[in-house]
C-alpha cells in the first residue's frame, strides 16, 4: 500500500503552488485504485502499467462498480476498492468527473506509446534489489533535450533507491551485500527524487551512494529549494568543483575554501577545487589531470575508514 501511494504520488504529484489541488489529488485516488486492482486482481503477469492503461481506458461507472464489487466479495478489505469508494462519487456529477478523468489521464500519458510499452508493459525478470546483492553495472540513457519522460526516469529513480534501502534493511547488518554507487550526470536536468534531502542523509549506512553531477548550485536550488539543496550538498563527503560562471556558486566554494570569490571565478581552466570531509589538510586547488589519482586515493581512505568502524563496533 505504501509503495502504491509512493508511485501514484509521483506519477500525479500535486504541486504546493497549486492554486486548486482537489483535481491533483482526486486524479491520484483514481490511479491508485487502478494500481491496486491491477495487483490484487489480475494474475502475476499482468502486473505492469499496460494493464493498468487498459483498465484506464474503460473508465465507465457501471463497469467499476461491477470490477471493485466483484473483488470486494473476494477481499472484503480490498485496498483498491477502499480507494475506488472514496472516489466513487464523482461519477455522479458529470463535468467534475470528466475534469477528473482529464488529470488522470494527463498523468498517464508518459507510460503510452510503442517505446515505453516495450519496457512498462511487460513484465520484467530484472529486480531491483538484485544490484545490491551481485556486482551490476546498469546505465540509464536519458536525453538531455527531451524532458517529456523525465516522470517516468523519476519514478524509476525513486523505486530503485527504496527497493535497494528495502533490501538492506533486511539483512541482519542492515547493510547491501555489495556496496553500491549512483551516478547522477547531470543532476538538475529534470530529475526530482522526493524526500532526496532525507534519503541522502540515511543511505551511507546501508552501504549506497550517490555521485551527483551538476552545473551549478542554482540548478539545484531550482528544482529542490535552498534549504534542501544544501542538505543534500552537505550530506556529501567529497567535492570537486571543475569552474563556472555561477556567481552564486562561486561565492559558496569561496567561503569553503577561505579565499575571495574573485579568485574562483578566474579559476585556471586546468584546475579544480577539492574538498574531502575530516581532512586536516583542508580544502585544495589540484590539476584536472592529478583528479583520477586523488579519487583513487581518496577511495582507498574511505575503505581503510569504514574498515577501522566496522573493527571498532566488532
Known amino acids: 500500500e505504501v509503495d502504491i501511494r509512493k508511485i501514484a504520488n509521483l506519477i500525479c504529484p500535486t504541486s504546493s503552488q497549486e492554486r486548486e489541488p482537489f483535481w491533483c489529488d482526486s486524479a491520484r485516488l483514481v490511479i491508485e485504485s487502478l494500481i491496486a486492482y491491477v495487483l490484487e486482481a489480475t494474475p502475476a503477469y499482468q502486473h505492469h502499467f499496460g ?24 477481499d472484503p478489505d480490498s485496498y483498491a476498492v477502499k480507494k475506488y469508494m472514496m472516489y466513487k462519487n464523482l461519477f455522479d456529477v458529470y463535468t467534475t468527473c470528466a475534469c477528473v478523468k482529464q488529470f488522470a489521464a ?11 510499452g516495450r519496457v512498462l508493459h511487460s513484465r520484467s525478470d530484472f529486480k531491483l534489489k538484485e544490484i545490491g546483492s551481485v556486482k551490476t553495472a546498469f546505465f540509464i540513457n536519458v536525453s538531455d533535450t527531451d524532458r517529456s519522460q523525465d516522470r517516468i526516469v523519476n519514478l524509476f529513480y525513486s523505486q530503485a533507491i527504496q527497493q535497494l534501502i528495502n533490501a ?9 551485500k555489495v556496496p553500491t554507487r549512483i551516478v547522477f550526470d547531470d543532476f538538475a536536468a529534470g530529475t526530482y527524487i522526493p524526500d532526496f ?12 551512494s550517490v555521485s551527483i553531477i551538476l552545473q551549478s548550485l542554482s540548478q539545484l536550488e531550482g ?11 552537505n550530506c556529501c563527503d567529497h567535492m570537486i568543483y571543475l569552474g563556472g560562471t555561477d556567481v552564486e556558486t562561486a561565492d559558496y566554494i569561496a567561503r569553503k575554501m577561505n579565499i ?3 579568485n574562483v571565478l578566474n579559476m585556471g581552466l586546468d584546475f579544480c577545487c577539492l574538498f574531502e570531509r575530516g581532512n586536516p589538510n583542508g580544502p585544495k586547488i589540484v590539476e584536472k589531470t592529478c583528479i583520477d589519482e586523488i579519487l583513487k586515493e581518496l577511495e582507498r581512505n574511505n575503505n581503510e575508514k569504514n574498515k577501522g568502524t566496522c573493527k571498532k563496533q566488532l
Open 260 to 262: 575571495r570569490p574573485h
Open 51 to 74: 494493464t493498468v492503461l487498459k483498465l484506464f481506458e474503460n473508465w465507465d461507472k457501471q463497469k467499476y462498480d461491477r470490477l471493485f464489487k466483484e473483488l470486494k466479495l473476494i
Open 223 to 233: 528544482l529542490y529549494g535552498h534549504s534542501k539543496a544544501m542538505t543534500i550538498v
Open 168 to 176: 538492506a534493511d533486511k539483512n541482519q547488518d542492515c547493510k547491501l
Open 197 to 208: 534531502d532525507q534519503i541522502i542523509s540515511v543511505i551511507r549506512s546501508r552501504e549506497i
Open 106 to 116: 494527463q498523468a498517464l500519458n508518459g507510460f503510452t506509446g510503442k517505446e515505453i
